[in-house]
């Protein structure tokens, strides 16, 4: 990704975000709810699904997830032991998803936004922002942020095969807003900062297979 393009999809996103959370959100919302709700057994299936196996691939050996192992390892020895540059992909899936992960709980404890749940219940006045009780962990969404995290850098990467790689990160995103658990600046919001962390760890060696769009 250039850094115009990447410009360019920062300067759509935080301001539809911002209106989106402002005014738009929650007729999405019941929108969405009132009329997709007999799509949601598929959505909980392919989530419970995808989170098993993230859930395996998270476990501990030797104190660190077997997944950062995997491509630590495989960063390490591609580009150290075969000398290929283009290993730093590995790096770069590394990092953008460790960091996707870690950024999006940390902006959950700092933004309290209230979940569509609350809206569907009992209601709230204004845009849920900075709430005090349950249920109050709406933005970013964590889901969206760890599945694209884990295929968008492999998309830019291989632009050529970036629609199946896609599938799943847009499917689990679709479902966040199916199942109730997300607004859709929840999720758009976690896709550009995807995007922007790996955007900014694909800057670290600038590989070749990085820099083609």
Same mark, same amino acid.
């Given at each position: 990704m250039t850094l115009r393009q990447f410009l360019l999809f920062t300067a759509l996103t935080l301001p539809a975000c911002a209106l989106l959370i402002l005014s738009g959100d929650q007729p999405l919302a019941g929108f969405i709810h009132g009329h997709f709700t007999w799509s949601a057994p598929f959505f909980a299936a392919l989530t419970a699904a995808a989170d098993r196996v993230h859930e395996a691939l998270m476990t501990h050996v030797l104190g660190l997830p077997v997944i950062f192992l995997a491509l630590g390892l495989a960063f390490a020895i591609g580009r150290y032991g075969l000398k290929r540059r283009? =290993?730093?992909? /590995?790096?770069?899936?590394?990092?953008?998803?460790? /960091?996707?992960?870690?950024?999006?709980?940390?902006?959950?404890? =700092?933004?309290?936004?209230?979940?569509?749940?609350?809206? /569907?219940?009992?209601?709230?006045?204004g845009s849920g922002l900075w709430a005090t009780g349950p249920h109050n962990d709406s933005f970013p969404s964590y889901h969206t942020a760890v599945y694209f995290s884990l295929f968008w850098p492999l998309a830019v990467a291989f632009p050529k095969y970036r629609g199946p790689l896609l599938v799943l990160p847009v499917l689990i995103g679709l479902g966040r807003l199916v199942l109730g658990a997300h607004y859709l600046s929840d999720v758009w919001f976690s896709v550009w900062l995807v995007v922007a962390l790996t955007f900014l760890f694909g800057r670290l060696d600038k590989p070749r297979a990085i820099e083609q769009v």
């Open positions: 283009g =290993a730093t992909l /590995f790096l770069v899936l590394l990092l953008t998803h460790e /960091f996707s992960m870690v950024l999006a709980n940390v902006l959950k404890g =700092a933004v309290h936004r209230l979940r569509p749940e609350v809206q /569907f219940g009992a209601g709230y006045a």
